[in-house]
């Protein structure tokens, strides 16, 4: 199979060019972006129309989605089966979603008061970019493409430099949907290509998923270059609260296996799991059965059904996470795992610490990777204290047969999204986003589509002067 090694820009493929050149590559692919919103045929599309074109990009990625996961699958080593059941599905069910809204798009109107008629439309922004991790291409690519093209506007996509063949690919698929030229750019790059994204003039809104370090960067540009509109969709060290009464089948695979899916390299993976101390032995016990089973199913035939769990993303990943195990064998109990699995390629056993330190890094830092840590705790009150002591606020769990406590708790764990009795995970009718340092602004739900255009307040005086003559007594 051919690797889409070339970028797509104004709705053709172009070589890449060496960064000496990325400067002059990054005018063309926003100017080409402004001409197809100002002057192009997009500009007079009806909301009908962007939704049919929307609808096509979702019917195309089905009919190619063993070979997009393919291609995402090479440079991760995650296995096709899950890209093509969870990423690919979840994407096309978002542009399905997003199409049912292009031509739902309502403004507001009030009675006349003091004179005045006033009326509120919602416009597109204009040029929009997004930048994403590597860790869940597809779906980055309908959170942040999707809804902006649902509301007018034209977007640049960067994928990241560890996994850009999948995006890449999308492009031909775009045009056969029926987008115009400029409507939708593919490009790729590493940190410098990030950097002339949030800093360019011309670029409206900026949606940006990677870590809070970055996400920094990324809002300083942005405000030093035209204070372009931003969301922050950053890391996260969620907290998994199982009480004594939970389910506890129910608490052992969304904590357990919800966890190692794309080998705890998502950002929304509870990675600190508070439990109760009278159930804590059991509760473990059940976890490092989990975690050796899947150390058995970890493989490195990508396009093998059987194979459930891969490799970290690359050497420097690997390189990282191995760090951290260190550093929590000095720090807490090491119940299971905490080595590498064979002498080649970035697989590492899924690991389980019990106890660690308060003051631990793997109790505080965000390690995207299959490290989970565990500690106890006596009173709910407690329970909420340690799962807000972090800098992060992304998502929550909560395990527990109560549901008055289960919405009591809810409530007061400081957290873009809490899941009661499941690992926490996007839908796309809701908005998805975090607190603290994770992030602000909202991808999913009607909330995204919001951000994607601005509200425009026009007031009509309630007496025309010049009507006068055409009066009929």
């Not at 053709?12 to 400067?23: D, F, K, P, Y």
């Not at 969620?238 to 695979?253: T, W």
Request: proline share 5%; with cysteine.
């Amino acid at each position: 199979m051919e690797l889409p090694t070339k970028l797509f820009i104004n709705n053709q493929e172009s070589s890449l060019l060496q960064w000496i050149r990325l400067h002059k590559l990054m005018i063309g692919t926003v100017s080409a972006a402004s001409a197809a919103f100002a002057r192009g045929p997009w500009a007079s599309f009806s909301g009908a129309q962007r939704a049919a074109c929307l609808l096509r990009v979702a019917a195309l990625v089905e009919e190619n989605a063993e070979k997009l996961a393919y291609l995402e699958s090479l440079p991760t080593g995650r296995p096709i089966s899950g890209i093509i059941h969870f990423d690919l599905k979840h994407m096309v069910e978002v542009f399905r979603y997003y199409a049912g809204w292009a031509d739902k798009i309502e403004g507001r109107s009030y009675n006349e008061d003091n004179g005045f008629y006033k009326i509120v439309r919602y416009e597109p922004i204009g040029v929009c970019a997004g930048i994403a991790s590597w860790n869940a291409t597809f779906m980055y690519v309908g959170w942040k493409v999707a809804p902006a093209l649902a509301a007018g506007n034209v977007f640049i996509f960067k994928t990241s430099e560890k996994s850009p063949f999948g995006a890449l690919a999308l492009g031909p698929l775009f045009v056969e949907a029926g987008f115009p030229p400029g409507v939708v750019q593919f490009v790729t790059g590493g940190a410098l290509t990030g950097s002339l994204i949030a800093s360019h003039r011309k670029i409206s809104k900026l949606s940006f998923t990677g870590s809070a370090n970055v996400g920094m960067k990324i809002q300083e540009a942005a405000a030093k270059s035209n204070l372009k509109k931003v969301t922050l969709e950053l890391g996260g060290k969620s907290p998994a609260i199982v009480f004594a009464d939970a389910p506890m089948g129910l608490a052992v695979g969304g904590v357990g296996s919800g966890f190692l899916a794309n080998s705890g390299q998502i950002c929304v993976a509870a990675s600190r799991v508070l439990v109760e101390e009278k159930i804590a032995k059991e509760f473990c016990a059940s976890i490092v059965k989990v975690f050796e089973a899947a150390s058995k199913g970890m493989g490195a035939d990508i396009m093998d059904p059987n194979t459930q769990h891969g490799p970290v993303v690359d050497q420097e990943q690997f390189q990282r996470i191995m760090k951290y195990i260190e550093l929590g064998k000095k720090s807490a109990q090491l119940l299971t795992g905490g080595e590498r699995i064979g002498n080649k390629g970035a697989f590492i056993q899924p690991t389980l610490f019990f106890e660690p330190s308060l003051d631990s890094p793997i109790w505080i830092e965000e390690i995207f990777g299959p490290v989970l840590t565990v500690k106890t705790f006596r009173t709910e009150e407690e329970a909420i204290e340690l799962a807000n002591e972090t800098e992060y606020g992304l998502a929550a769990c909560i395990y527990t047969s109560d549901l008055t406590r289960a919405l009591r708790v809810s409530s007061k764990i400081q957290a873009g999204g809490v899941a009661i009795n499941s690992p926490f995970l996007p839908e796309v009718n809701t908005p998805f986003g975090g607190t603290k340092q994770s992030g602000y602004g909202h991808e999913l739900g009607k909330d995204s589509l919001l951000e994607y255009m601005n509200s425009k307040s026009v007031h009509i005086k309630s007496v025309f002067p010049f009507l006068g003559s055409y009066c009929i007594d």
